[in-house]
């Protein structure tokens, strides 16, 4: 009996935490340009700056227009707020401000927000004193062909208000708490600018308590929802002063009008008991989990001085007031410190400092250069400052050229495996099935590797880091399947030596059938290309400065050159090395992230029992929700699909040399993907416990969810390991892509050109199938990169959506060819069509009982058994003989 060595498993512990320790650097900060200033006034005096104007951007220009301060005296020696109404210009990527234009009337302290529609403007204080609220809205827009900038009415805010909180998604905007009097308020209204003559502000549910001057951002956070955000200000008191609030509340937008809001943690960074100020700061959603946040008064300082005076009435009071407010700047402590908010972990960290005078009321706006404008502000009370400056996110961590060389060299290793197979193809069957002489072990790993693509390797962790395990029920359907794929449909296809799956469904049912089901396939493998290269390109693009489209372009490259040369040996082959170093990487990594979580193992699982990262069964019937009847019967169906009806790995039944070898690599295909699966799941809720516990290492830009496993594999990792695991996540993608074009090419070329064209040789055929596989390799980059510029929050289930409404219906042509002797050709094409309009419906339709996404593929077979079979009755003279071709007609 093998004995464990525990000294031997705590000095590999060990050495992960120390491997994580050295590695553990902010993973990106914000290096900040030069300081620049608002222009000179029309009177050729210096400008005072503005604090809380409205700002934002549009069509390249950034505007800034409005706001207050104190031009003739300072606050401290009696002087007046003054409000104005100049429009202020500055094209992204310059800083030289201009004045573009004026308001309609002086205003200020209404809030403000950049939308693609133009910057929505709500309420302030209007007249040159601010002698009134309004509750006007409006857009203010930038017209680059005349150059000049111009206001659009929108319905009025409910009732006059300012110093409230605004965020915006897309078409719709939010305004949360403010003022309109005392006390202070906690209503939350939504405006949805794509309603057209509709267009109305509604309320959502009231904030837990009321609030003025708070910060509000929307952005994306666990369970796969989107929330908005408010956080932080002051409420009033009953005695009428105000004190600084350190609550934070988030709503899902999901919930709609009727939902409720939920407490963010208090903004604490790790290992402080200090809750940074959220009064008068400004907040920045960034990248795909993040909020950032940008000065903002001393939430001690601002309460010591209620404190004191509280008690002061008359002559001591304005005494006081003059006291306070003669402080230098250095005295309020506004706050210098960039704090980060990871909204998935629900933990605070600093992203360094500000290098210049931190600031309440500034302009904070992020540029379509991915660069952050911080613009004017109050430096202390009644004092604005003209100053701007631009900060620009870089990364701490270099990508080591190490992890590139080795990266390289892989890609050149695949290249070369291409080349050498290339020698041994003599026919198409050498080309499309390996002349049958591969062993079942290599295609057993082959199959493997084809069904767990970079969509496994990249968006299962993900899926669970962002949520829990409960997708993961989806892996029965393979261990359930497995058997009953060997024990009834393998024989039929290596009995009729099948090299397209789809052969069968000619002498089952009909041409048509044929044909449809392998155009179909092949739209889906174009689709699946897609994915399987946009999620390594989004990887590389988040680790190293590349463009996203540029590694979609080159990943594609290289595996056409080797695919379209080497044939399905080169495929396979290329697969076992490729799954190898994807095992073998995934448990390093397992533990590697458990040493760096804090408290280790234990730690791990006390933090992620308590996020719920460890659910699994959850038997609720919610039929909109992955709860576990929902993943079951999409996995089944899923899997079903994938293993009966996929040409990728129906043409591996039919490498090995006999059939005995070909169930042996069913089942331990199987097995492997069972084990695996559930180790990619706990990669994910261990990435979870990892950034719950180091949430600086995160990157605040990180562009995807999808993102997060690649992020963490290179600056997480130590230099040259996480090459090498990068080289895997390469792997994953090239072995699925390298399948999907073989298989493409061996569907066109078998299904279409040879069928169709009669008598063509095989040197024709071996031509067209390495057109076909060029070809679908070219489409698939390109719907990669329509996928990189699309809003997609997860591939995975992405994949789900296109798994279901494309290849359901071609399961389900399989099972009723072998199992249901009565449906006829007729009925097959009628199920079919039937089954693609009710899966393209649930897809597309709007609809308000509309079920989960795993739900489509199964409701559309349903569909296309019951169509199919009403359809045969009703024309019962399409018949053939069925002699070898259905289960209870087989040849023994």
């Not at 060990?14 to 009177?43: I, Q, Y």
């Not at 397209?500 to 041409?511: C, D, I, P, V």
Request: proline letters at 5%; one cysteine or more; glycine letters at 10%.
């Amino acid at each position: 009996m093998m004995k464990i060595n525990f000294a031997r498993l705590r000095a590999l512990a060990g050495l992960a935490a120390v491997l994580c320790a050295l590695t553990a650097k902010a993973n990106v900060d914000l290096k900040w340009s030069e300081s620049f200033r608002l222009p000179p006034l029309a009177d050729g005096c210096a400008n005072p700056g503005v604090a809380r104007p409205y700002c934002g951007e549009h069509n390249g220009m950034v505007l800034l227009a409005g706001g207050a301060n104190f031009p003739a005296a300072p606050l401290a020696e009696g002087g007046q707020k003054r409000y104005h109404a100049t429009v202020y210009g500055l094209p992204v990527g310059t800083n030289v401000w201009n004045v573009v234009g004026e308001l309609p009337s002086p205003m200020g302290e209404g809030v403000s927000v950049s939308t693609p529609r133009g910057v929505v403007c709500v309420g302030g204080a209007e007249g040159p004193s601010g002698e009134s609220v309004t509750a006007k809205a409006f857009l203010m827009l930038w017209d680059a062909l005349s150059r000049k900038v111009a206001f659009v009415p929108l319905p009025d805010f409910p009732y006059p208000v300012k110093m409230a909180a605004a965020a915006a998604r897309g078409s719709c905007v939010y305004v949360a708490g403010g003022w309109r009097g005392k006390p202070a308020e906690s209503d939350v209204w939504m405006i949805d600018l794509a309603a057209g003559a509709g267009m109305t502000w509604r309320p959502l549910p009231t904030l837990p308590v009321k609030r003025e001057q708070p910060v509000a951002a929307i952005q994306n956070t666990s369970r796969q929802r989107t929330a908005l955000f408010v956080i932080g200000g002051m409420a009033s008191r009953e005695d009428g002063l105000q004190t600084a609030l350190e609550d934070g509340y988030y709503y899902d937008l999901a919930q709609g009008p009727h939902g409720k809001w939920l407490p963010v943690s208090p903004a604490k960074v790790k290992g402080g008991d200090t809750v940074w100020p959220m009064i008068g700061a400004a907040a920045l959603a960034t990248g795909d989990q993040h909020i950032l946040f940008f000065g903002g008064s001393n939430r001690e300082v601002w309460n010591d001085q209620i404190r004191k005076n509280s008690g002061l009435t008359g002559s001591a009071l304005a005494a006081f007031r003059s006291e306070y407010f003669r402080r230098p700047s250095e005295a309020f402590k506004f706050s210098r410190r960039v704090l980060a908010y990871h909204t998935v972990t629900d933990r605070w960290f600093e992203l360094g400092e500000l290098p210049f005078a931190p600031r309440c009321g500034a302009a904070v706006v992020r540029q379509p250069d991915g660069t952050v404008l911080v613009a004017s502000g109050e430096i202390g009370p009644g004092v604005r400052t003209p100053a701007c400056a631009v900060g620009t996110f870089f990364r701490g961590k270099s990508f080591h050229p190490v992890n590139a060389a080795v990266i390289i060299l892989y890609f050149v290793g695949m290249a070369f495996l291409g080349f050498y197979f290339m020698r041994r193809n003599k026919s198409s069957d050498d080309y499309f099935r390996g002349g049958g002489r591969l062993p079942w072990w290599a295609v057993s790993i082959s199959i493997y590797a084809t069904m767990f693509s970079s969509i496994t390797f990249i968006s299962v962790p993900a899926i669970s880091y962002v949520s829990d395990m409960r997708y993961y029920v989806i892996a029965i359907g393979i261990v359930v399947l497995a058997p009953l794929v060997v024990r009834y449909y393998l024989p039929f296809f290596r009995r009729l030596n099948l090299v397209s799956a789809y052969e069968y469904l000619e002498t089952r049912f009909n041409l048509a059938c044929r044909l449809f089901a392998s155009g179909a396939f092949t739209l889906f493998m174009v689709t699946r290309t897609a994915i399987v290269t946009y999620l390594p390109a989004i990887a590389l693009s988040a680790v190293i400065d590349i463009d996203v489209n540029v590694a979609i372009v080159a990943v594609t490259a290289i595996t056409i050159l080797y695919c379209a040369l080497g044939g399905i040996e080169a495929v396979i082959w290329s697969d076992v090395i490729q799954s190898v170093i994807m095992i073998g990487g995934t448990f390093l990594i397992v533990v590697l992230l458990i040493a760096g979580t804090d408290g280790g193992l234990a730690g791990f699982i006390e933090i992620g029992r308590q996020a719920g990262k460890f659910r699994l069964l959850d038997f609720t019937f919610d039929f909109k929700e992955p709860v576990f009847w929902v993943v079951l019967v999409g996995g089944l169906v899923a899997n079903l699909s994938s293993y009966t009806s996929d040409q990728c790995v129906v043409q591996r039944y039919m490498t090995t040399k006999d059939e005995k070898g070909a169930a042996k690599s069913i089942l331990f295909n199987g097995v492997l993907s069972y084990i695996n699966c559930g180790i990619f799941f706990l990669i994910g809720a261990a990435l979870f416990t990892y950034y719950y516990s180091n949430p600086e290492m995160l990157d605040v830009t990180m562009p995807k969810n999808d993102s997060v496993f690649p992020i963490y594999i290179a600056t997480g990792m130590p230099v040259g390991i996480s090459g090498l695991i990068l080289a895997a996540v390469a792997a994953a993608t090239m072995s699925t892509l390298s399948s999907n074009l073989n298989s493409s090419a061996t569907a066109v070329t078998t299904d279409f050109y040879a069928r169709l064209f009669k008598n063509v040789n095989e040197k024709k055929k071996m031509r067209c199938g390495q057109i076909v596989t060029i070809l679908s390799g070219v489409m698939g980059g390109g719907f990669a990169l329509v996928l990189a510029n699309m809003q997609v929050y997860s591939m995975y289930d992405q994949f789900q959506r296109f798994l279901g409404v494309l290849t359901a219906g071609l399961a389900c042509l399989f099972f009723m060819g072998i199992f249901m002797k009565r449906v006829n050709g007729t009925g097959a094409i009628a199920g079919l069509v039937a089954n693609y309009v009710v899966c393209i419906g649930l897809d597309q339709l709007d609809l308000p009982w509309k079920p989960h996404l795993l739900l489509f593929g199964a409701i559309g077979m349903v569909t296309c058994l019951a169509v199919a079979l009403i359809t045969s009755l009703i024309f019962p003279n399409d018949r053939k003989n069925l002699k070898g071709l259905c289960w209870s007609e087989r040849e023994e």
